[in-house]
T-cell receptor, first 116, second 115 residues
């Protein structure tokens, strides 16, 4: 069975600084997808970034980027120039077939606070 | 992506009663998913809802407790039956647009409190 582990229950960062959230996963499969979702206090789950395991290039979306280490089964999220609106729970998620056919397996989340 | 709405956004219910949560999408989607997020916890998949067929439930979730309907490609309902305080959670629906993005997008969630 696949598992997703987020070892940092809470983190804080000063506004405009950079922060990295950690995620590791366990699978014996070779083809899969990894996601970071953000859940602000409004509780809406928002997709932040997505990575296909077969792509060696790390995904980026504006201030958000990932460091995908397939051999180490590591998928960290870097947030640059942190903004107050980045305050949220961040969930790392894994899917074998992509979101449409498979189960999204979530980590327990990291609560990020951006301080002014 | 898709625009997803849920009704109600929150509710407070008495134990033993049932609540039906609606999920509406602004475009046709192949699959819809229902998740539960217990207080302070991560998300757990309850079931996958396919149009025209019975929902597929994950281990630990049964149809009698969480009946699901999927009458068309833009709408689904989840009923939480015979509620107890342990059912107090956020219930979220998600979809993957038929454009096959391999990515799920979530509704705003329904916060349920059972007294």
């Amino acid at each position: 069975a696949q598992t997703v582990t987020q070892s940092q229950p809470e983190m804080s960062v000063q506004e405009a600084e950079t922060v990295t959230l950690s995620c590791t996963y366990d699978t014996s499969e070779n083809n899969y997808y990894l996601f970071w979702y953000k859940q602000p206090p409004s509780r809406q789950m928002i997709l932040v970034i997505r990575q296909e395991a077969y792509k060696q290039q790390n995904a980026t979306e504006n201030r958000f980027s990932v460091n995908f280490q397939k051999a180490a089964k590591s998928f960290s999220l870097k947030i640059s120039d942190s903004q107050l609106g980045d305050t949220a729970m961040y969930f790392c998620a894994f899917s074998l077939y992509g979101g449409s056919q498979g189960n999204l397996i979530f980590g327990k989340g990291t609560k990020l606070s951006v301080k002014p | 992506s898709a625009v997803i709405s849920q009704k109600p956004s929150r509710d407070i219910c008495q134990r033993g009663t049932s609540l039906t949560i609606q999920c509406q999408v602004d475009s046709q989607v192949t699959m819809m998913f229902w998740y539960r997020q217990q207080p302070g916890q991560s998300l757990t998949l309850i079931a996958t809802a396919n149009q025209g067929s019975e929902a597929t439930y994950e281990s630990g979730f049964v149809i009698d407790k969480f009946p699901i309907s999927r009458p068309n490609l833009t709408f689904s309902t989840l009923t939480v039956s015979n509620m107890s305080p342990e059912d107090s959670s956020i219930y979220l629906c998600s979809v993957e647009p038929t454009t096959a993005t391999d990515t799920q997008y979530f509704g705003p969630g329904t916060r349920l409190t059972v007294l």
